[in-house]
């Protein structure tokens, strides 16, 4: 076993503490009232500080609620950290392609923790699609 500097062992219990926050939908960070301008849940989500990072960064990810009538057109809208104005300029889309999203970075995240610990997976050797030449 290798000794582990107390940094180490922080970073890994962090890490640890992440991966077990993943593991059940979160609860919204807000709920906005009907006097906010966007009424609905948001939920916030502030990536772990990187090694070389300075700053923490926090993605808002919102839903609106609607009429249930014509103007309802289930969307999701992000707000990234690299957003023009974070937490005030948002990107909308679909929720079918929130979740396809969603799914991908789960499968890259996924990717990453195994290549990180050194593990081949047969998956990680086929994509759907044909590589472009």
């Known amino acids: 076993m290798t000794d582990l500097t107390l940094t180490a062992m922080r970073q890994e219990l962090e890490r640890l503490v992440t991966l077990a926050g993943t593991a059940e939908r979160p609860k919204p960070t807000r709920i906005n009232g009907p006097d906010h301008a966007m009424p609905g849940h948001e939920w916030d989500v502030?990536?772990?500080?990187?090694?070389?990072?300075?700053?923490?960064?926090?993605?808002?990810?919102?839903?609106?609620?609607?009429?249930?009538?014509?103007t309802a057109d289930g969307l999701v809208y992000v707000s990234t950290p690299d957003s023009m104005y974070p937490g005030l300029d948002f990107a909308s889309m679909y929720s079918t392609d929130a979740r396809r999203i969603a799914m991908a970075l789960l499968a890259a995240a996924d990717r990453a923790d195994h290549a990180a610990a050194g593990i081949q997976r047969l998956e990680d050797h086929r994509a759907t699609e044909e590589p472009t030449r």
């Not at 502030?46 to 014509?70: C, F, H, M, N, S």
């Open 46 to 70: 502030t990536e772990q500080l990187t090694p070389y990072g300075i700053r923490t960064r926090t993605w808002i990810v919102r839903t609106a609620d609607e009429d249930k009538g014509e």
